[in-house]
């Protein structure tokens, strides 16, 4: 059955989507873009909105009982791959290893004028 993941502590959806959806053994975490949830305001510098994104990655992984050592797969969404050395360098400080698998694209534009947005998907 499809459960709906919501927490008050990342952002709230800004669509027709839910934050996070739990299949079980499978967590499924949408696109999370630098959104502060405490104020609602977008991190500035690639580097802060790294962290946000993270932060806001772990706020909803802990909702679902998990962690970072769950996350099998991420997918990082960037507008300039310039900014790929600061991305990794506040990524790395969230994980360890093993490392999950993951793909990082550049993109022409992200919502809000973001320049970074991450999902995840995670196994019990």
């Known amino acids: 059955m499809v459960k709906a993941i919501q927490t008050d ?17 499978l967590v499924f975490v949408s696109g999370q873009i630098p959104i502060n949830p405490a104020t609602g305001e977008i991190e ?15 706020s909803i992984l802990t909702e679902a009982k998990l ?4 996350v099998a797969k991420f997918t990082i969404y ?7 050395a600061k991305i990794n360098e506040v990524y790395a400080k ?17 919502p809000k004028g973001v320049g970074i947005e991450m999902d995840v998907i995670a196994k019990r």
């Open 44 to 58: 500035e510098g690639i580097e802060n909105q790294t962290a946000q994104v993270m932060k806001n990655i772990q």
């Open 94 to 110: 969230f994980l360890t290893e093993p490392y999950p698998a993951r793909a990082t694209v550049e993109v022409s534009k992200l």
């Open 9 to 25: 502590a990342a952002p709230q959806a800004i669509g027709p989507y839910s934050q996070a959806i739990d299949l079980g053994d």
């Open 67 to 70: 962690t970072f050592a769950n």
């Open 78 to 84: 960037i507008t300039n791959m310039d900014d790929f």
